[in-house]
């Protein structure tokens, strides 16, 4: 049977939507002292540091999104740690399909075109695509690739078979994807180990029609190598949800190369995540008073 878990929420002023969900999952609002489970919506590392300090009885802290690298140190391995790795996996994984149709099919440069020009555009049905990563985003994206019968490469750190994925290789294998791949999408969790995965040796890699998408964080490409390999022309281009810095500031290079798509980190805009994580709070709230194992569990050894 359920029980009421004190909980704390943060930092103020947390919105009433967020509320709801803890309160729907049955918890009660106490002060962070009393409180079992902690739930941060966004703000200041060092201001959850101040409550993880102040939070003696604490046993669970949910982080609100799925890349918790601003919190990575603050993780400690006496707490059970989840963040939302996999609820907002559909809408990102659906902008993803979406800026790869988009720069295969031309889309940004027909955009911006002022006269009738010349047809362009590869097919996303039977092309060869790489993801890098394998968590919940790239099994997201594996399941809305099935239609267009696409070959799935996936590259991530634990080698295993996938449904609807043709090869499943580890990271030290990651330059034999990158010829033959006419998309190649980012979807991991940021780490020391995974910034600057895409630099200039693998970009060269690529084949010069083949599409970058990153919808998961700036980092993890090597910026100024990508501007030079885009007004190169040695790929085909690049459709960017996260940049490297982010915001990209006014007057980049970025913002003026035709084969370059940007939108600003909207892959999960307010009105999707809402109910996402309201529902997902209140789910493994339900789950932490029962005892039952909780979703998005964090590897502390890992840091995601």
Not at 10 to 36: H, K, T
Not at 94 to 110: D, F, K, Q, T
């Amino acid at each position: 049977m359920s029980r009421t878990v004190p909980c704390a929420v943060g930092p103020d002023p947390v919105p009433d939507w967020f509320l709801a969900g803890v309160v729907d999952g049955g918890g009660e609002i106490v002060d962070v002292a009393e409180a079992e489970a902690l739930f941060w919506y966004h703000g200041s590392p060092g201001t959850l540091g101040d409550l993880l300090d102040r939070g003696t009885n604490l046993k669970w802290v949910q982080l609100p999104a799925a890349g918790i690298e601003a919190y990575a140190h603050l993780l400690r391995p006496e707490l059970t740690w989840t963040c939302a790795k996999g609820v907002y996996a559909d809408p990102v994984g659906e902008h993803a399909v979406a800026l790869g149709l988009a720069g295969l099919r031309n889309l940004v440069s027909y955009g911006r075109q002022k006269t009738w020009s010349g047809p362009e555009g590869r097919n996303l049905y039977d092309a060869d695509v790489v993801i890098v990563g394998g968590g919940g985003i790239a099994e997201s994206i594996i399941e809305q690739l099935q239609p267009y019968r696409a070959r799935i490469t996936v590259v991530r750190r634990h080698p295993a078979a996938m449904p609807g994925v043709d090869q499943v290789v580890p990271p030290d294998r990651l330059h034999e994807t990158l010829p033959g791949a006419d998309l190649v999408i980012l979807a991991l969790a940021l780490t020391p180990e995974t910034t600057g995965v895409i630099g200039a040796a693998e970009l060269d890699l690529m084949a010069d029609h083949a599409w970058l998408v990153n919808i998961s964080r700036g980092p993890h490409i090597v910026t100024d190598d990508l501007v030079d390999a885009l007004r190169a022309g040695s790929i085909g281009g690049a459709a960017l949800d996260v940049t490297d810095p982010e915001p990209l500031p006014d007057g980049h290079a970025l913002w003026d190369l035709e084969n370059c798509i940007i939108t600003p980190h909207v892959g999960n805009t307010p009105e999707m995540h809402k109910p996402l994580l309201t529902a997902f709070t209140a789910g493994n709230l339900r789950r932490f008073a029962k005892g039952e194992p909780l979703r998005g569990l964090v590897d502390v050894s890992l840091g995601y």
